[in-house]
């Protein structure tokens, strides 16, 4: 028997591991190498499209994907879209409007160590006596602002 599940049409902006749902080569309109993929940040979320176009001006986005995906940006590398379909990576996960619809779309690829590293940053909000505004420090020894 179906099962009704409500859906979210976009995640909310944010760090995601986002899965690769599908990839696949094709040629752009204006005649470039692309490939397509097909991305999820989750079951509640719908997927979401982002080219990978490999042109020297769109080249920074493939080293990004590439690096997340724990792999070396080597110049002339060969890359096979169908090899990275179920893998994952960090990314940070943005919302624009197209066509008068919201949409993810992907702001940025982060590299292991980063993804790692801002997600350890978020957790641990202390800081140190001295990084503490002054306001924080008068109140608290019940002086004057």
């Known amino acids: 028997m179906p099962k009704y599940r409500q859906i979210k049409f976009f995640a909310p902006p944010g760090e995601y591991q986002v899965?690769?749902?599908?990839?696949?080569?094709?040629?752009?309109?204006n005649r470039n190498e692309t490939i397509a993929l097909r991305l999820s940040v989750g079951e509640d979320t719908l997927s979401f499209r982002e080219d990978l176009v490999f042109t020297e001006s769109s080249y920074w986005k493939v080293g990004q994907f590439l690096t997340a995906m724990g792999e070396e940006a080597a110049d002339d590398k060969d890359i096979e879209a169908a090899d990275y379909v179920g893998r994952t990576a960090r990314a940070l996960v943005g919302v624009r409007e197209f066509r008068g619809l919201r949409q993810n779309y992907i702001e940025r690829w982060l590299a292991p160590e980063t993804a790692n590293a801002e997600s350890t940053q978020a957790k641990s909000p202390a800081r140190s006596e001295e990084s503490k505004p002054a306001a924080v420090e008068s109140s608290a020894t019940g002086g004057a602002v």
């Open 19 to 29: 899965e690769v749902v599908s990839a696949k080569e094709r040629m752009s309109k």
